[in-house]
């Protein structure tokens, strides 16, 4: 699997941490949001993190204070916050963050800064799976592509809404159109098989979807959608 940018969401407000979590995941990011100090400070102890995105006006204290816990010299900091006076931007900017964006942020400005921020630090991004919903085709990162069933695209498509996390066999089987009390697990079983096979037979290479026995399945590709 290609190396990809982890970022970690610092976000107090939940609709726009998962706003961002999503849009950055679904452009090839691995991004995972915290809502508080508290959590950031757990979540940095135990997972790998290249980038983080920082609100300062956090519900247990400023953000600027988690800077001073940790060394992320090696890192990079986006401050987001509302903040917006020139005095707040000077503070940010000395406490080490290599871009200050005052909310509200545009998503598609914030990935342009993640990619910029990306190459100084030498952080090598993903290459990125492409799932195509008009075409009905997969993209490989070698730029090949295959197309998909109906099924085959409804199964993905579910499947890539949460990248590099399990999706559940009952949420997969819904997607599908059936019904989770009387539809036959061993179908499904089938359909992943099968749609394996397609990819390593026309894209060559192995499909990045991974059987969480018990639970369901995960994509473990980046992927994007258009």
């Known amino acids: 699997m290609h190396n990809a940018v982890h970022i970690l969401v610092v976000e107090d407000e939940p609709a726009l941490q998962e ?7 679904l452009s ?7 809502g508080s100090l508290a959590g950031a400070e757990g979540w940095m102890q135990t997972h790998r993190f290249d980038i983080v995105i920082l609100d300062l006006g956090l519900d247990d204290g400023d953000g600027l204070s988690l800077l001073s816990q940790f060394n992320l010299q090696d890192k990079g900091l986006i401050i987001t916050t509302a903040r917006s006076e020139l005095f707040d931007r000077l503070i940010g900017l000395k406490a080490g ?8 942020v ?31 085709l997969l993209e490989s990162p070698d730029n090949l592509s295959v197309k998909l069933t109906q099924l085959e695209m409804a ?13 559940l066999k009952d ?3 819904v997607a599908l159109g059936q019904d989770p009390s009387e539809y036959d697990p061993r179908r499904m079983e ?15 290479c192995d499909a990045p979807i991974e059987t969480v026995h018990g639970q369901g399945y995960v994509f473990t590709g980046a992927i994007s959608k258009r």
């Open 19 to 25: 706003a961002m979590v999503t849009y950055l995941n």
């Open 28 to 34: 090839g990011f691995i991004a995972d949001g915290v």
């Open 97 to 104: 963050a290599d871009i200050y964006l005052v909310k509200p």
């Open 106 to 136: 545009v998503l598609e400005e914030l990935v342009a800064n993640i990619h910029n921020l990306s190459r100084r630090l030498n952080i090598t991004p993903a290459k990125l799976w492409v799932l195509d919903t008009s075409s009905w």
């Open 155 to 167: 199964f993905l498509a579910c499947l890539v809404r949460s990248p590099s996390e399990v999706v």
């Open 171 to 173: 949420s997969l089987i």
């Open 190 to 204: 089938v359909l992943v098989r099968r749609l394996r096979t397609k990819i390593k037979n026309n894209l060559y």
